[in-house]
């Protein structure tokens, strides 16, 4: 029996003796912490760490709460400037001022003309070259053909021909090409207790967008309400130039997302037109003349949305006057999707190809109620045959 204890004793012994090697030996593996290392001098100081203590207090002096200048919150506060709403030049008289400047661009024309007639002989050459110049204007072919033949009669009437009886002749007979008698009126009223409703057409780049804007303010200078519709939606920054355009009078502008449904906005300016008693509410479209049918498509859905309202009292068509005849094909497309009631002939002054006035009434049968002479925002004048004819060939 002592034997077995005795035993169990050296065991208990033995193996403690070996538990502790084992112990011991895993720490002898446990390497020291290495020692801090020398501060490099040449280093540059080193920011503290939150809860670092400095080692070297400031030596300025502390400022106290009263003496530190706090933000005023006044000052940071954003300011937003609303600019002044402009008072548009009144529509009256706009032509007249701005004809020295048609008649700076279309003087090649008239004064063309006017030399021409007063040939001592006015031979076949020089009826040709009459002709030519009316061409190279852009009149068109049937026009020239028709004012021709009243000239080259008039003047075998005539017999002598002084400058001031020249004058005369030509001044009454591109009058007559001019079509004096054609209503030039924009129509902007309804006879419903509706706005007026102008839909204003036309390819993009021919100054569209512009052009209506222009427009809210030769309605707002006569003294009308204004509401915007920026119903071109595929035309990048297209809704802010409209909204541009009326903040600088006051008028608002109703939009929706970029490439939005436009019948969907020309609805909801008509609508809020309605709400707000309107006078007028100009509806600006898209221009994209990538095919016929979804252009047709497009406006076609456009005028009959917004006639749910109340039917269109105009649709102007804004024509590129430096394109010339390719504004003449331009006009034909854009007739056939919608009827046209008016044309508005921009650039105007940067031409000497003025007779596109008489070639696009003649090829549509509408009045160019509007022109527009320059890229300021009252450039765009009523049309008016005698103040152009004017123009053209002097006093």
């Given amino acids: 029996m002592e034997i077995v204890i005795l035993a169990v004793v050296i065991a208990v012994v033995v193996i403690g ?45 502390r400022r106290t709460i009263e003496e530190v200048d706090l933000p005023d919150a006044s000052a940071t506060a954003p300011v937003v400037v609303t600019p002044p709403v402009e008072v548009p030049e009144p529509t009256a008289g706009r032509l007249v001022r701005l004809r020295a400047r048609l008649s700076r661009s279309q003087n090649a024309l008239g004064q063309g003309l006017l030399t021409l007639l007063a040939r001592e002989h006015l031979d076949e050459d020089t009826w040709e070259e009459i002709e030519d110049t009316l061409l190279t204007a852009d009149v068109g072919v049937q026009p020239t053909q028709e004012l021709v033949g009243r000239l080259r009669e008039r003047v075998r009437v005539l017999g002598t021909r002084t400058p001031e009886e020249l004058r005369a002749l030509l001044r009454q007979e591109l009058l007559t090409l001019l079509v004096p008698d054609f209503d030039r009126t924009v129509n902007t009223e309804s006879g419903l207790d509706t706005p007026g409703i102008v839909m204003v057409v036309g390819v993009n780049g021919t100054g569209k967008t512009t052009t209506t804007g222009k427009l809210a303010r030769v309605l707002v200078a006569d003294g009308r309400h204004v509401l915007l519709g920026a119903a071109d939606t595929f035309r990048a920054a297209a809704a802010d130039q409209l909204q541009t355009w009326g903040e600088r ?41 990538h095919t016929k049918t979804g252009l047709m498509d497009e406006l076609g859905k456009v005028k009959r949305v917004v006639e749910k309202h109340a039917p269109l009292d105009e649709v102007l068509l804004v024509l590129d006057a430096t394109t010339g005849q390719n504004g003449l094909v331009q006009a034909r497309v854009f007739a056939e999707v919608v009827d046209i009631t008016g044309i508005v002939l921009t650039k105007l002054d940067g031409t000497a190809k003025g007779g596109i006035v008489i070639a696009v009434q003649r090829e549509l049968g509408v009045p160019v109620k509007l022109i527009g002479l320059g890229e300021g925002a009252d450039d765009l004048a009523p049309f008016e045959p005698e103040a152009f004819v004017d123009a053209l060939i002097g006093e």
């Fill in 17 to 61: 003796a070996l538990g502790g090697l084992v112990v011991g030996s895993r720490r002898s593996k446990r390497l020291p912490p290495p020692p801090p290392a020398a501060p490099d001098i040449t280093a540059p100081p080193t920011e503290p760490h939150v809860g670092d203590e400095a080692e070297t207090p400031r030596d300025e002096a």
């Fill in 249 to 289: 009078v006051g008028a608002r502008t109703v939009r929706g997302p970029e490439g939005g449904d436009p019948a969907s906005i020309a609805f909801d300016a008509v609508k809020e037109g309605i709400q707000e008693g309107a006078d007028v509410v100009l509806i600006d479209t898209a221009g994209r003349l």
